[in-house]
């Protein structure tokens, strides 16, 4: 190899760097601010959903049973687990 083969090479690895990022971007454009805002939106129902659920089913089950706030407390903290958790999930798989 002749020492002033070197520099080319680099010019050509970038150029094919660049041509593949630009095909790349082509094939897969990025999501416009609509989309972005839809995902906001469900990730913030993938969270409050289990929550709501929760704090719900405990209000019901404190009244039936008389038990104060202990059933609500303790599943509105399984609901915003649950609800994180599934939006963790949620993300991973976008």
């Known amino acids: 190899m002749k020492p002033d083969e070197q520099p080319d090479r680099h010019l050509d690895d970038a150029a094919r760097r660049a041509v593949a990022r630009e095909t790349q971007a082509r094939d897969d454009p990025e999501p ?7 995902q906001v939106g469900v990730l913030g129902w993938v969270i409050v959903g289990p929550l709501l ?4 089913v405990g209000r019901e089950l404190d009244r039936w049973l008389d038990t104060g706030v ?3 407390a303790a599943l509105l903290c399984v609901g915003v687990g649950v609800g994180l958790w599934a939006a963790w999930r949620w993300v991973q798989r976008q």
Do not use: A, E, V, Y
């Open 32 to 38: 416009s601010l609509g989309r972005r805002l839809g």
């Open 70 to 72: 202990t059933f609500s």
């Open 53 to 56: 659920l929760g704090l719900f």
